[in-house]
């Protein structure tokens, strides 16, 4: 077995490709969760055995490029389904989109490297070597992690979304000291590993340093989880009415077919009071699920707010509403009917992140002609405000569209205004029967830790759940499958918002201390260990 291991640690490539296959497979759909502790393992051997800074940085471009082969296949459906194209050529686009999605991990593999050979580590006492791959490493990787922007706002330790013994960390510092002391656990592991004996013998007490992290994640989950005590609010009974109701009709109802329209809202409807009898307090509709602007007078509005009022329980619903900057133009709004007060409280949230390719298309100012070549996608104006949503008694809802759920950046605009609760409007329909919709539902989820409060989630074609503020997840619906479920929620009640909410991302700031305080000492040591 040893032999096997070091002829391993002996060949790059495989150790580039073990690297990239223990990312993706520890997420949706396979979530073989274990596999992510491998993965510092792996990386920072494939670093050391590089020829050179451009053989690390071509290696670590590999690895990128296996984790976005294997996690975001599903962009190749997109192209095919909504760009028009021929599968042949999405897969040829989808591969070029491979070599641009994660570039953190040829520049952590490039900066580790350049280093590793320009500081002499290797040659640094047992001390200050054992430091760096427990400490340095992990804060440069954490570093590349948060810097590099990606289409999915996603980290390594994302992949830990249902491991709620080990996450409730995140409320004081997101998920960078999740991955910190993840990569700080494979990264001193490997490190004594691949150590000679007497090294290792005289090493162990490295192991003090990712322990203590763990022992924090640990022991911080545990008191939540446990013994630490909410103030909780209002007991909730949310319906989540997902129609299975996909882009394409919704796009033609919207240009103008009466019949689709008719059945759209027809669809919705009909299955919202097929739970009438449960008595929800509030009713969600998804995404862009009413093919109208309700901002506007019109006979299907009048329609829809009839029904509203006919109900008597608040209804959460996408739709569209009139921009006035742009007579051309809408926006992929949130709205909130109100029929317990009269008159009918209506609220409204415009989306403030666009997804490119599907709400815009980049440069589609410039060039006007690309939304005539590519007429599946929209060209929305683009919200500016986070406006809170508030029911008849107080309750206050955060309300997000889509793709804002995972920008944890923007999440803190909402959840720093004191809400009771967070409402995510979803259509995942774009990416088909694919892992997408498990992997967005899966990064969501990290908000109701972050801001402590419960999590409302429904979409036009799954999945649909609730977390509670403990980020525990409720049975999930089918993808592609009609389903309307009520789940019941408890909001917590308005306080402080949490460390994080109000900080953001500070442990930031401990990596850059820490990286400053290892490039000076190897300044200090350059001299003594190149003798």
Known sequence: MLKIFN???????????????????????????????????????????????????AWGFFTSFVVMLGGFYWVTFVIHEFGGLPWGISALLFLGFCGFGALNFPIFSSCSYWVEKTFLVKRQSVFTEGLWYALGLPALFTLCEWAVPKL??????????????????????GATFLTFGLYSLGSTLGWLFKADKETRERALWILAIPSTCILIMVGFSTWTLKSRSFKMGRELKVALVQANIGSLEKLHARQGVVSLMDEVLNTYQAQTKSIIDQKPDLILWPETAIPVEMDRPSYRQSQVIEFIKNLRIPLITGAYSTSPHHVYRDYNSAFLFDPTVSPLRVDTYHKNILLAFGEYFPLGDTFPSLYKWFPQVSDFERGKTQNIFTLS???RLGVSICYEAIVPGFMRKIGSQGVNALVNLTNDSWFGPTSEPHLHGALSTFRAIEHRVPLMRVTNTGTSFVVSHLGQMSTKSAVYQPETSVRTVTTTESASPTVYATHGDWFIAITLLTLGTFFIIFRRNREAVSV
């Open 393 to 395: 008694d107080g309750t």
């Open 7 to 57: 002829t391993t640690f002996h060949k790059t490539w495989l150790l580039s490709l073990l690297s990239g296959l223990s990312v993706f497979l520890a997420f949706e759909e396979f979530r073989i969760v274990p596999v992510i502790f491998f993965f510092p393992f792996f990386f920072n051997s494939m670093v050391s055995s590089s020829r050179n800074l451009k053989q690390a940085f």
């Open 152 to 173: 999915f706002p996603w980290f390594i330790s994302h992949a830990l979304f249902q491991q709620l013994w080990l996450i409730q960390i995140c409320e004081i510092t």
